[in-house]
């Protein structure tokens, strides 16, 4: 028994060293013809995994939760820059923007769907998939490129933060659609998931508030450089693991928590000691993203250009929607432009 387990994890060893391996090399050789590294993360899942060369065993889905942290760091490292004053500034414009975008885009893709012959539960689950961008590739090419404190990159923050927020009541509705339970039960259950999400936002604002400043006083006091950062990570994965336990997004716990310590002193030295280990799990992430490429489907038959069509629909879709929303709050057409580009994915 023991040795099985030995195997198995040295077996899982040996996938992700591949996995980081060729994304790495690919990363490298597509930012040297100055396109981003995601990209070369994601065609590496494609090469090395069962879509193509099947050279990792390891399933994507086991590869994707363990990526997972990487998301989680990097929305600890984006709160960690949005002091609470900063994240202030967002506004009520940031909110009404997230809901709006949501609404409408879902609305706009149910009636397409209906439209095209599908029933009213199959629109409603597609619009809800269509209407969420990817939290992690906005932010990883917003820090990228220097651009997550610029208008059009805090008009996207603040719509992908909506966007966590929403998955909840979206899962339970899609919940909903598909199995025989009554609307009372998942009323119940959507406001004691609301209930759960102020408890625990305010308990990590107290905690933020009230204990950590003494911890990390106490730390600096014996001196050591190290231990800062380890309860650092330790707030982080805390949080994220709390918040799936609650049944939220991870990566939402692990920004909360990097707000709580973005007006700390040491917030600067963390995300700097943070930055290596955020670059390793996102990489790894990409990466088993793409190993979920169904390659041998795609290329039979018309299978690609279907793809291919469907995804520039729902792109170019998104770009007007979002555009249009954004325009009618009033925000300028550049940055409008902008914050629809990031959020079309």
């Not at 805090?154 to 598909?178: E, H, N």
Request: proline share 3%.
């Amino acid at each position: 028994m023991h040795e099985a387990a030995d195997a198995t994890f040295w077996m899982v060893l040996g996938d992700v060293v591949i996995l980081l391996g060729a994304a790495a090399l690919l990363g490298m050789l597509f930012e040297r013809v100055g396109l981003s590294a995601i990209i070369g993360s994601l065609l590496a899942g494609v090469l090395v995994g069962p879509g193509i060369f099947n050279i990792v065993g390891t399933s994507p889905a086991m590869m994707e939760k363990a990526a997972e942290i990487g998301v989680a760091l990097l929305l600890f490292t984006i709160g960690l820059e949005l002091s609470r004053s900063r994240l202030r500034t967002y506004g009520l414009q940031g909110v009404r923007g997230g809901v709006l975008q949501i609404v409408v885009t879902l609305a706009c893709t149910a009636a397409v769907v209906m439209l095209l012959g599908g029933g009213v539960a199959i629109a409603l689950v597609v619009g809800s998939m269509v209407a969420i961008s990817s939290t992690a590739s906005v932010a990883r090419v917003l820090t990228e490129r220097a651009e997550l404190d610029s208008q059009h990159g805090r008009v996207s923050m603040s719509v992908l933060i909506m966007q966590d927020l929403a998955i909840v009541p979206l899962l339970l509705m899609v919940s909903f659609l598909g199995q025989s339970t009554s609307f009372d039960d998942v009323a119940v259950e959507l406001g004691g998931r609301a209930f759960w999400l102020v408890c625990f936002l305010a308990g990590i604002f107290l905690v933020g508030l009230l204990i950590v400043p003494r911890v990390f006083g106490s730390t600096a006091r014996t001196g050591n450089r190290d231990l800062p950062i380890v309860l650092a990570l330790v707030i982080c994965l805390l949080a994220a693991w709390i918040a799936y336990m609650l049944g939220f997004s991870p990566a939402l716990g692990a920004f909360v928590a990097g707000l709580v310590l973005a007006d700390s002193p040491y917030a600067q030295q963390i995300r700097a000691d943070v930055l290596p280990f955020k670059a390793v799990f996102l990489t790894l992430f990409f990466a088993s993203i793409g190993m979920l490429a169904d390659v041998p489907w795609l290329l039979s038959g018309a299978n690609l250009w279907i793809v291919l069509g469907v995804a520039a629909a729902i792109i170019l879709g998104k770009i007007l929607l979002a555009g249009i929303v954004f325009r009618c709050l009033g925000i300028q057409g550049r940055i409008s432009i902008a914050a629809a580009l990031c959020l079309a994915q």
